[in-house]
């Protein structure tokens, strides 16, 4: 840095301390679709690293890629993640004097053919503040990090000429303190650079309408070389949808142009026309048209086209209910970042289209695009696959969220970023809901943009989680929608049953999915859907954000990472990184690692979970009808789905067959024959749906399974009498069992390796408190009696003592267990009770006859039915980023534990129990902080429990439900193993 004033503008500005600026020389946000090359600019670039703006730019260059975050590409500045917490200590809008600024250069060889035409730069998004030079002149500032923007250069470059184009980008900024999202900061051009030119009459501006009943307006906006020339006469618009001239139907209607003379320099033209038998949009079939808008010079010919995709729909808000085409649907949604384990921020199309199709896959028709607005690809797939949007702006204020709302400073930047959203993305079909921002308290500013978007766009509804809180029925407020975060279940359903409900209630964030996590949403949807005025929401959320990172040297892996994870897991020397793993010393560790899909998009099983819970076909018992299934969607009949029914008995025997899915229109039911004769006997008998796509979809070839509902057609028989058969089991000097399979004998165990839910919850702490995960056995008594040994023991903690008996009866083939454990009230809220032992290594396949195949919690068991299951033991265990309890299966009756010669043990329980066999002992969990740090044991350990504690949400929000809590009191449970 140097004492003088710098002689360049831009820098003298000081705009990075500036809100008031939000942008100069910057072109309007607008919605025209050109779809014509133009000049990409991605690639290389020459890119040096400065450490502060206003430091001098100095002759030694890198290289950079565009686009790309320099975070991950090999300098000094590295990703930080910190959640609420600014990552500076400064108080809005002052910035460090350290602030990491990137410059890239390039040339630009402009094409000879521009010649007389308007050229606009556009860069998709720099973070967070973008200065622009063209050959050393200043051409504009722009922030608002997720959203583009465009410049003039018509008078700044010369066709057929070289410029060079220096894009600086600062980091830290002013609007640094509305971008406090709970993500990794990172800096540079994360989305494409081009540059492109139209004719100097050209669209500024397109706004499509397009209604339920087939109505179609389409308003344009018409300008000559960026408004400071006057328009040409006789101009005029013409559209056609789907190849079809909108012309003879259509009304056309040229507004405020030179025939009355109201404006020569805006031309207003609106084309509008009735579409018959329209084919409408929904997020089940996302029916789309094509339509192309052409501006033309008074002798006919083409000055601009604009393309866009039209869904004809209508969102509206009856009373309580949001409506699609009149319908109540169902917001099963996710939050969704833009995110990638090797940019960062960056995404290509295939990405987008990738998460859109695990989302489809998985049942969810709903994405708020957390928290500023996506890639824009996003929402075209959103328009084609089938999802209802919730566009948010880029605001959020998070750590200063109160005394930046009602700051007229930040007026500006409010109004600035949320009608760029609108104006940028007002005719996708998909978006049915603006919301204004998230976390930024609520004051006059959002009021102001409110304001705005309610003349621009009276066709949707506005929400904003930080307006709604001040009373969900409030008519004053700046949301449409009461879109609480992480509100308890019982009080929206208190909400809704209390006469006072105005507005639709669906959470913008709920079931934080934070590692092993997501219990009780099928608690929340059985609510949701059996009671009026509930409509859903948005589960937090789709990633994992954890960048793949090399072990070695601590440093991002970069763009070219592909094929460095498989299967939610980093390649060897790699690991998934979390906050502070790149040596920041400020961060919010794990908390970034909170999605329903690892960070390579390999679904956790929580995503079962949800698959089952939105199921489009659902089947029930009645006495009289036999099996009777229902059509659960909202629009489409069941025609693109088919199915296969599957009877388990418990005897091991599976009956399949054909399903016929009847001709059934959302919300009707019918009857269904089966293709077998269920067996008088074979025991316990579950009958499952398996429903799959019939034939192909855009999202999933025919044949992919979309939920597989299931019912019990029969109980279990009753228990088998204990007799005694055979000697005295072994027991060693501390009562343990002695068995030649087993390295260590049953023991009891209340202890988990605590998931983020019971650390963040605070449940984890009280346990350690407690004295849980290092309790002191002792034996009391060996007492051995005609065939057999009982065994009673105290396990100390630092509040109780629990005394534990074990029962072991020699029976046909093995040994039964028969066990109680009584907890004194001071541990009335634990993690488990059960059994825990360890087997001889060589058992590395689980068969078992219970829920699965996916890991299954007692509040998490709604997607995984009951039936004869299969896997080997490695594949069992779920690699949660931070390790903590996985590989859980619940309502187990039975399991064996093989070796490829088919020896090995069976166990069978005396009822269904959550059970889990994997390679860690919970205190190999607790002892490291990654996945990649576990080194798996030769044998298995193995956990049955007589009750295990639900998994809840608590890392943010409520816990599990009490019903999932393990009370204190005496457990008991019993279980018979055998050598196979
Ligand atoms: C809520 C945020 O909106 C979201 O960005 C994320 O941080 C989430 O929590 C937790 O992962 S805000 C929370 C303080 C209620």
Same mark, same amino acid.
């Given at each position: ?105 390039? +040339? ?16 998709? &998004? ?58 990794? !900061? ?28 087939? =109505? ?110 009149? @319908? ?212 937090? @959320? ?41 040596? =920041?010393?400020?961060?919010? %560790? ?18 079962? =979970? ?12 009645? #006495? ?65 749906? #398996? ?38 089991? +072994? ?19 209340? !202890? ?14 009280? !346990? ?31 509040? %109780? ?20 454990? =009584? ?38 068991? &709604? ?18 980023? #931070? ?43 607790? &002892? ?8 798996? #044991? ?36 019993? !279980? ?5």
């Amino acid at each position: 840095m140097t004492d003088e004033l710098p002689t360049d503008p831009l820098i003298a500005l000081r705009p990075w301390e500036a809100p008031e600026v939000t942008s100069w020389g910057r072109l309007p946000m607008n919605a025209v679709d050109r779809r014509t090359g133009g000049l990409p600019l991605d690639g290389d670039w020459r890119f040096q690293l400065l450490s502060a703006p206003d430091a001098p730019v100095g002759g030694s260059w890198s290289t950079a890629y565009v686009p790309g975050a320099w975070t991950v590409q090999d300098t000094d500045d590295l990703p930080q993640y910190t959640n609420v917490t600014m990552p500076f200590r400064e108080f809005p809008p002052k910035v460090p004097a350290v602030n990491p600024t990137g410059v890239y250069e390039r +040339e630009l060889d402009v094409p000879a053919e521009w010649a007389g035409r308007r050229v606009v730069l556009q860069v998709g &998004a720099a973070e967070s503040v973008l200065l622009v030079h063209v050959d050393g002149r200043p051409v504009g500032i722009s922030k608002d990090s997720h959203l583009a923007a465009e410049f003039d250069l018509t008078g700044v470059i010369r066709p057929g000429g070289r410029s060079v184009l220096r894009l600086t980008v600062v980091k830290w900024s002013d609007a640094t303190h509305i971008e406090d999202q709970d993500h990794w !900061w990172h800096g540079g051009i994360t989305r494409s650079v081009l540059l492109y030119a139209t004719d100097p009459l050209y669209l500024a501006d397109v706004t499509v309408r397009a209604r339920r009943d087939g =109505e179609l307006r389409v308003d344009c906006l018409v300008r000559n070389a960026a408004g400071d020339r006057a328009l040409p006469g006789g101009w005029y618009v013409t559209g056609d949808l789907d190849g079809e001239p909108l012309a003879q139907d259509a009304e056309f209607d040229r507004l405020n142009t030179e025939d009355d003379r109201v404006s020569d320099f805006l031309g207003e033209a609106r084309i509008h026309a009735v579409v018959p038998e329209v084919r409408t949009w929904n997020a089940e079939e996302p029916e789309l048209y094509g339509l192309t808008v052409r501006l033309h010079r008074a002798d006919g010919t083409v000055a601009d086209t604009s393309h866009h995709r039209v869904g004809f729909r209508d969102v509206e808000i009856v009373g309580r209910d949001l409506l699609v085409n009149g @319908e109540r649907v169902f917001i099963r949604g996710v939050n969704r970042h833009d995110f990638h384990p090797l940019t960062g921020r960056t995404v290509s199309y295939d990405d987008m289209r990738a998460d859109l199709v695990v989302l489809k896959r998985f049942g969810f028709n709903a994405i708020r695009t957390s928290h500023y607005p996506n890639d824009p690809t996003l929402y075209d797939l959103a328009d084609e696959l089938g999802f209802y949007v919730v566009d948010e702006a880029d605001i959020e204020s998070h750590d200063h969220a109160h005394e930046i709302a009602d700051d007229p400073r930040y007026l500006n930047s409010f109004v600035d970023r949320v009608s760029r959203m609108v104006l940028r993305d007002k005719n996708h079909p998909s978006i049915i809901i603006w919301s204004l921002g998230n976390e930024s308290d609520y004051g006059a500013n959002h009021d102001a943009a409110a304001g705005w978007v309610r003349r621009h766009d009276p066709t949707r509804p506005i929400q904003y989680e930080g307006a709604a809180k001040l009373g969900w029925a409030d008519p004053d407020v700046a949301s449409d929608i009461a879109c609480p975060m992480y509100a308890a279940l019982e009080d929206c359903v208190a909400h809704a049953l209390s006469g006072e409900q105005t507005k639709p209630l669906i959470q913008c964030e709920y079931s934080h999915a934070m590692g092993n996590s997501n219990g009780t949403l099928a608690d929340h949807w059985a609510a949701i859907e059996s009671t009026p005025g509930l409509q859903g929401g948005f589960i937090w @959320e789709f990633w994992d954000h954890g960048i793949l990172q090399r072990v070695s040297d601590g440093r991002p892996v970069g763009r070219t990472g592909a094929g460095l994870y498989d299967n939610g897991v980093a390649a060897p020397g790699h690991r998934w990184a979390y906050g502070g793993d790149f040596g =920041e010393a400020l961060h919010d %560790g794990a908390f970034v690692a909170d999605g329903i899909v690892f960070p390579d998009r390999t679904p956790k099983p929580a995503m079962y =979970e949800h698959r089952e819970i939105a199921a489009p076909v659902r089947i029930r018992c009645f #006495r009289h009808e036999g099996v009777v299934l229902a059509n659960h969607q909202h629009f489409r009949g069941l025609d693109w789905l088919t199915g296969t029914w599957e009877l388990a008995l418990a005897d091991g025997r599976t009956l399949t067959g054909p399903a016929k899915l009847p001709d059934l229109r959302p919300g009707e039911t019918a009857a269904v024959p089966l293709p077998f004769a269920v067996p008088a006997d074979g025991g316990e008998a579950w009958l499952t749906l #398996r429903v799959t796509v019939a034939e192909d979809q855009a999202w999933a070839p025919a044949g992919t399974e979309v939920c597989a509902p299931q019912l019990r057609l029969r109980a279990a028989d009753a228990p088998r009498e204990r007799v005694a058969v055979g000697p005295a089991v +072994e027991v060693d000097g501390e009562g343990l069992l002695l068995h030649p399979l087993l390295t260590a004998g049953p023991t009891l165990s209340l !202890w988990r390796a605590p998931t983020d839910n019971d650390e963040l919850g605070g449940i984890a702490p009280r !346990w350690r408190a407690w004295g849980l995960d290092r309790l002191v056995r002792k034996v009391v008594s060996v007492r051995r009696e005609g065939g057999l040994v009982t065994v009673l023991a105290e396990y100390a903690g630092t509040v %109780g003592v629990v005394r534990h008996r074990q029962e072991f009866t020699p029976v046909e083939g093995g040994v039964r267990v028969d066990e109680s454990a =009584e907890l004194p009230q001071e541990f009335h809220d634990v993690a488990r009770v059960g059994s825990v032992f360890e087997t001889v290594g060589g058992l590395d396949l689980l068969e078992w006859f219970g829920q699965g195949p996916w890991e299954s919690y007692p509040d998490r068991a &709604a997607g995984a039915p009951v039936g004869h299951h299969s896997l080997p033991v490695d594949e069992l265990f779920t690699p949660y980023l #931070r390790p903590q309890e996985s590989g859980g299966r619940h309502g187990v009756r039975r399991f064996t534990l093989s070796a490829p010669d088919a020896t090995g043990l069976a166990v069978e329980l005396d009822e269904p129990r959550q059970v889990s066999v994997t390679r860690y002992r919970a205190e190999d969990l607790t &002892a490291v902080t990654h996945h990649d740090e576990l080194v798996p #044991r030769a044998g298995c350990v193995v956990h049955l429990d007589a009750a295990h504690r639900g998994l809840g949400t608590a890392s943010c929000g409520p816990d599990t439900f009490p019903s999932y809590l393990v009370a204190p009191g005496i457990h008991r449970w019993s !279980w018979t193993l055998r050598v196979l």
